[in-house]
Nanobody
Framework: QVQVVESGGGLVQPGGSLRLSCVVSDSIFSINTMGWYRQAPGKQLELVSAITSGKSTNYVDSVKGRFTISRDNAKNTVYLQMNSLKPEDTAVYYC??????????????WGRGTQVTVSS
């Protein structure tokens, strides 16, 4: 069963930066599209960004120009560089493999996530 471990979250002031990491124990990680998701209190899970095996990327409008997703296939790791953070970015961040239509996720075993709190 695939294991996912997210890290890098923390408390940061508005305008600050964080870099999230996600290590995935998937032998075919390099050919999978990977995504970063977040869930804020009282809100639904949201796909924030995704990166294909060919390193094409996409982002939800609210983070475009501020967040950058990347991957290192040699380390089975996907990253999310978050700059110019806003209080509305506060959430628990998770990574998973999106389904081909991006409507769901493939890994049934979610990681614990990493908490990002943006507050002064």
């Amino acid at each position: 069963q695939v294991q996912v471990v997210e890290s890098g979250g923390g408390l940061v002031q508005p305008g600050g930066s964080l870099r999230l990491s996600c290590v995935v124990s998937d032998s075919i990680f390099s050919i999978n599209t990977m995504g970063w998701y977040r869930q804020a209190p009282g809100k639904q899970l949201e796909l924030v960004s995704a990166i294909t095996s060919g390193k094409s990327t996409n982002y939800v409008d609210s983070v475009k120009g501020r967040f950058t997703i990347s991957r290192d296939n040699a380390k089975n790791t996907v990253y999310l560089q978050m700059n110019s953070l806003k209080p509305e970015d506060t959430a628990v961040y998770y990574c998973n493999q999106p389904t081909p239509d991006f409507s769901g996720t493939v890994y049934t075993n979610w990681g614990r996530g990493t908490q990002v709190t943006v507050s002064s």
